[in-house]
């Protein structure tokens, strides 16, 4: 079994930074995909960005990019969401997520997060 746990959420002014953490234990194997998700009011879940370990592989949907920045610590088990410049259309609830395979498709991810809040006022 694979824990996920996300911090780093909050509320801040458009235009601001938030930096996202997510932190991995249990049996985890040597390969695997850890993607950020982001699930607002009314809308379905999104893929927000995704990394790949080991190899480092990124992806990033369009509406973030140059704006977030994926990272991962390898010796401690984390993957971080840089997020600069937040507009209120990114406040949602934003999951981490783990997968065996390289995938952006949120149904191939087997362990998710228990989601932290973004909140971007205007």
């Known amino acids: 079994q694979v824990q996920l746990v996300e911090s780093g959420g909050g509320l801040v002014q458009a235009g601001g930074s938030l930096r996202l953490s997510c932190a991995a234990s249990?049996?985890?194997?040597?390969?695997?995909?850890v993607g950020w998700f982001r699930q607002a009011p009314g809308k379905e879940r999104e893929v927000v960005a995704a990394?790949?370990?080991?190899?480092?592989?990124?992806y990033y949907t369009s509406s973030v990019k140059g704006r977030f920045t994926i990272s991962r610590d390898n010796a401690k088990d984390t993957v971080y969401l840089q997020m600069n410049n937040l507009k209120p259309e990114d406040t949602a609830v934003y999951y981490c997520?783990?997968?065996?395979?390289?995938?952006?498709?949120?149904?191939?991810?087997?362990?998710w997060g228990q989601g932290t809040q973004v909140t971007v006022s205007s």
């Open positions: 249990g049996r985890t194997a040597t390969a695997y995909t």
């Open positions: 997520a783990l997968a065996a395979p390289w995938t952006v498709v949120a149904d191939d991810y087997a362990y």
């Open positions: 990394v790949r370990r080991p190899g480092g592989n990124t």
